[in-house]
Nanobody, 124 residues
Framework: VQLQASGGGLVQAGGSLRLSCEFS????????MGWFRQTSGKEREFVAT????????YYADSVKGRFTVSRDNAKNTVYLQMNSLKPEDTAVYYC??????????????????WGQGTQVTVSS
């Protein structure tokens, strides 16, 4: 499995970005997908997850109401729409694939495959 994340960049506080993560190598719809983020010196933290079908989503409290995770199984791609961005959202964002839990999971250790990360920087 390969995951290719894109869409990061520099944005002002209050702005929006949409991250994409393209999946290849296996059957995409058999994997729940997650987004995590990491800043220097900190552990990678959960952001959002989406079930196999896309019918169930779950968010970290810090992004609830501002971020939306979605997937297009025909395009083998998962998205993270980020609105009302704050400086504290600055991080490297990683997408990940999980074959063990069909409903999605906030647990980092349940994910089998990880993308390379894309930098998101929010200026104040």
């Amino acid at each position: 499995v390969q995951l290719q994340a894109s869409g990061g960049g520099l944005v002002q506080a209050g702005g929006s970005l949409r991250l994409s993560c393209e999946f290849s190598g296996r059957t995409f719809r058999s994997y729940t997908m997650g987004w995590f983020r990491q800043t220097s010196g900190k552990e990678r933290e959960f952001v959002a997850t989406i079930s196999w079908t896309g019918g169930r989503t779950y968010y970290a409290d810090s992004v609830k109401g501002r971020f939306t995770v979605s997937r297009d199984n025909a395009k083998n791609t998962v998205y993270l729409q980020m609105n009302s961005l704050k400086p504290e959202d600055t991080a490297v964002y990683y997408c990940a694939a999980n074959s063990r839990n069909m409903f999605g999971s906030p647990r980092r250790d349940e994910y089998d495959y990880w993308g390379q990360g894309t930098q998101v920087t929010v200026s104040s």
